[in-house]
């Protein structure tokens, strides 16, 4: 079946731009993650989606960033006022969200670029 | 604080056996994972520990001791293909999602 699927791949913008990150889980997956990971650092927990429960937005590194997940299943990241230490491959993930179901489930990522 | 330490990079011959050391200090326990990651791509699942002990899968494994707060992941008849990063995370007691994730060990396999 079709995987996590994520655009764009690669979104180039200028400094202070908003920019918009889309993610589309596996369906019928109703965890979703988003990461990001910057060149030779580790992956960061941005915010974490488990059904209709409220969303852990505990590692949004600012208030410029923002997430949504309508119909608990598309999940849009937003990024106000861009700035250059926002450029980062943004990862997103999903998992069935059973608890015996560890598995996460990571699409192929968007390159932000901030210029 | 939580901390999850391995080496940053490894050089192994193909067909050989390696080693990635993993090491971690976490408020809680929920399970530990290993995920690939090839340059310029997702990561992918490896394997899962939760008890203490070795898991096989083909011609990987990993090892846990929770009371070492220590895993490893071996490779064995390593391939060139095995080239990528391997990223250890664990997953909190408290938080049955949330994954904190260490720096990754990035694994050259040479002919």
């Known amino acids: 079946g079709a995987g996590v699927s994520q655009s764009p791949s690669n979104k180039v913008t200028e400094k202070g731009k908003d920019v918009e990150l889309r993610c589309d889980p596996i369906?019928?997956?109703?965890?979703l993650y988003w990461y990001r990971q910057s060149l030779g650092q580790g992956l960061e927990f941005l915010i974490y989606f488990q059904g209709n429960s409220a969303p852990d937005k505990s590692g949004l590194p600012s208030d410029r960033f923002s997430a949504e997940r309508t119909g608990g299943s598309v999940s849009t990241l937003t990024i106000q006022r861009t700035q250059q230490e926002d450029s980062a491959v943004y990862l997103c993930?999903?998992?069935?969200?059973?608890?015996?179901?560890?598995?996460?489930?990571f699409g192929p990522g968007t390159r932000l670029t901030v210029t | 604080g939580q901390n999850i330490d391995q080496p940053t990079e490894m050089t192994a011959t193909e067909g050989a056996i390696v080693q990635i050391n993993c090491t971690y200090q976490t408020s809680g326990f929920n399970g530990l994972f290993w995920y690939q990651q090839h340059a310029g791509e997702a990561p992918t699942f490896l394997s899962y520990n939760v008890l203490d002990g070795l898991e096989e899968k083909g011609r990987f494994s990993s090892f846990l001791s929770r009371s070492k707060g220590y895993s490893y992941l071996l490779l064995k008849e390593l391939q060139m293909k095995d080239s990528a990063s391997y990223l250890c995370a664990v997953r909190n007691a408290g938080n049955n999602r949330k994954l904190i994730w260490g720096l990754g060990t990035s694994l050259a396999v040479n002919p």
């Open positions: 369906s019928g997956h109703t965890a």
């Open positions: 993930a999903s998992s069935t969200g059973d608890p015996r179901d560890y598995e996460q489930y």
